[in-house]
């Protein structure tokens, strides 16, 4: 595992990253002005475009919905990606080698260099196995397609392929291509054995597993011969690229639907992923030989902004995640299992079940595509799913048969993380078991009380990524127009006002207070901490949001983006101090005030009096000054 990412390969990958490209390839962007793009927000659903991106500040910010960052911030948002896996993503596209550190020590193993090396050798094994499906041999997989109803063209939408019977085609093949036993060991893409390195997939149909960026990370292949002696389904093992626990097959075909429906549904299998989006369900993943997990509950839920606040409440972030399962055992345990996630989630939860147990392949198959998005219809409140799960294990028609189904299900309804339902959900419990309300309600709240004092794991509030964000400074204030002015152009043209003389003097005389709005004197402060605005680099707006830190960024991002109302390049540094001096006059006739009102209180000859006197003297001759031509 790689240590942290040298600070200066950060910054290049930000310089060489072209923002107004990599937002281009999700965003139709336009022109809006000198040095402006806008386009449509891909992060909310609105009409008229309020998403905008200021190439030369590397910034950009939607006055939509608030959010705002820089390129690798985009790439972390849009593909649901951690910040380090973002860096490297674009570092790849950027050209720029990284360099890894862990506090002063050397560098580690697992750099982006080997990661290339190993996305492509997927790259080249995922074409091997896709044109070995159209071979003589591969019919047994191409018939297994047929039977379920995919044809070639569902095939090749989904990457499917055949790894050929025998030994070594895939790991000669690679070879050819110049990897090394080293390097394929490394890939999971063969095994070790007495006689040296051999293909890990062999008759059998393949899919290949892809990172929300498309980038194929693994395989999953299905056993297809009876004399296979294998699993029925055999998985890439845990590799530098593929941790099972953080992928979901199909994600990357997913993923712009997630985030337009804010809804994610998670099935159990390769087929069923493509069952569901042949039927127009395109928001369907399953998770790859494990059960859907902590990390996974992580990605989608960065996936579908299901963020919020210490106030936020369940179901208000708008977001949904549906579970589909097989009816059987197996089925109603992962269910259990996903309600000791659900705690994780602000989103709602639903579990959607066929009555005959058929899963998604299965029923596409049997009713075509409105049988699937029928059974995604059918779904039901998680919660509800596992108290009826737990019901079914007792006997009703007996005392003790209820009694020990209350105290099975009374935990459940306790759990449920919307509170304004549990009181609905106890009453339901009741007439479900056949009781009287009471009883059962004080057994749900006994039970509450119970998991608070155990404190299970899986029963934490939801985290909290954020603080409330400050209150938004007003735009229709003149004062707060000229602030928010004066600091864009501290972030778009640092140099020109700086090396403007009049630019240059302010700037010695400004300072927090100068300020009024209280996010912006917190933003010059983290401009004064970057550095000197003279010497300001291609990064520096983004050096300023991250000395700001988090809760300043989104308005650093604000201020960087707006378009400045200035179109002459050759007079910009000019401007741009007459719009610091404006900011700088407002401060000082806020301070004579101030003064004005001390001196009155003080008296005139007290010594109080006269030192304010003085004071004002002063300021007035620097406003003075300031406002002569």
């Not at 025998?166 to 000669?172: K, N, P, R």
Request: overall charge negative; some cysteine.
């Amino acid at each position: 595992m790689a240590g942290t990412i040298n600070r200066e390969d950060i910054a290049a990958v930000r310089e060489r990253a072209p923002i107004e490209d990599i937002v281009g390839q999700h965003v139709a962007l336009k022109s809006a002005g000198v040095g402006s793009l806008k386009g449509l927000c891909p992060f909310h659903d609105e009409r008229s475009p309020s998403f905008n991106v200021r190439p030369a500040a590397g910034r950009w910010h939607c006055f939509g919905c608030g959010e705002g960052g820089d390129v690798i911030e985009f790439v972390m948002r849009m593909d649901g990606l951690p910040f380090a896996e973002a860096v490297e993503y674009l570092a790849e596209r950027a050209g720029v080698t990284l360099r890894y550190e862990q506090g002063a020590g050397p560098r580690r193993e697992g750099t982006a260099g080997q990661r290339k090396r190993l996305l492509e050798a997927h790259r080249v094994a995922a074409a091997f196995f896709e044109d070995q499906l159209l071979s003589a041999e591969a019919r047994i997989g191409r018939d297994f397609l047929r039977e379920r109803g995919f044809d070639s063209a569902a095939a090749a939408q989904f990457g499917v392929g055949y790894a050929p019977q025998g030994w070594s085609h895939l790991t000669e093949h690679l070879q050819g291509k110049g990897f090394t036993q080293e390097e394929l060991r490394t890939s999971g893409l063969v095994s070790d054995g007495s006689r040296g390195i051999y293909d890990r997939f062999r008759g059998r149909l393949v899919w290949p597993i892809r990172d929300v960026t498309g980038e194929v990370i693994g395989f999953g292949a299905r056993r297809l011969y009876e004399d296979d002696q294998g699993p029925k389904y055999l998985n890439t093992p845990e590799t530098p690229l593929y941790k099972k626990a953080q992928v979901l097959y199909g994600l990357d075909l997913a993923k712009g639907a997630i985030r337009a429906e804010r809804t994610t549904v998670v099935v159990e299998g390769y087929t069923d992923v493509m069952a569901c989006h042949l039927a127009g369900i395109t928001n369907a993943v399953a998770t790859c030989g494990t059960a859907f997990g902590t990390d996974h509950v992580k990605v989608v839920r960065r996936l579908m902004g299901d963020m919020g606040g210490p106030q936020t409440k369940v179901g208000e972030t708008g977001a949904k995640v549906v579970f589909t399962f097989d009816g059987d055992e197996a089925g109603q345990n992962a269910a259990l299992k996903s309600f000791q996630l659900d705690q994780q989630f602000l989103a709602q939860t639903f579990v959607a079940v066929d009555p005959e147990g058929k899963d998604p392949c299965d029923l596409r198959m049997a009713g075509g595509d409105q049988a699937v998005a029928a059974l995604l219809e059918r779904r039901i409140p998680l919660f509800e799913f596992v108290i009826r799960t737990a019901l079914a294990a007792y006997d009703l028609e007996t005392p003790e048969g209820r009694v020990g189904a209350l105290r099975a299900a009374a935990p459940v309804v306790a759990g449920i993380k919307d509170r304004a339902l549990q009181p609905e959900y106890g009453r339901r419990l009741a007439g479900w078991l056949g009781m009287e309300v009471g009883p059962v309600v004080r057994a749900v709240s006994d039970a509450g009380r119970a998991r608070s004092s155990e404190a299970p794991s899986f029963t934490g509030s939801v985290p909290v990524h954020m603080p409330d964000a400050p209150s938004r400074p007003n735009p229709r204030d003149p004062v707060v127009r000229a602030e928010a002015l004066s600091l864009g152009v501290l972030l778009q043209a640092p140099r020109e006002a700086a090396n403007d003389p009049l630019g240059a003097v302010v700037l010695g005389e400004l300072s927090p207070a100068s300020y009024s709005v209280p996010q912006y004197r917190a933003v010059l402060e983290a401009i004064l901490a970057t550095g000197d605005p003279a010497q300001a680099g291609p990064d520096w707006a983004n050096d300023v949001a991250d000395t700001a830190g988090e809760m300043l960024a989104s308005i650093v991002s604000e201020l960087a983006v707006t378009t400045l109302p200035h179109d002459k390049p050759e007079n910009l540094g000019h401007w741009a101090g007459t719009v610091l001096a404006r900011v700088h006059d407002l401060s000082l006739t806020r301070r004579i005030a101030e003064v004005r009102g001390r001196m009155q209180r003080a008296g005139a000859g007290t010594p109080e009096g006269q030192e304010a006197f003085a004071e004002l003297v002063r300021l007035e001759t620097a406003r003075r000054a300031l406002r002569e031509p």
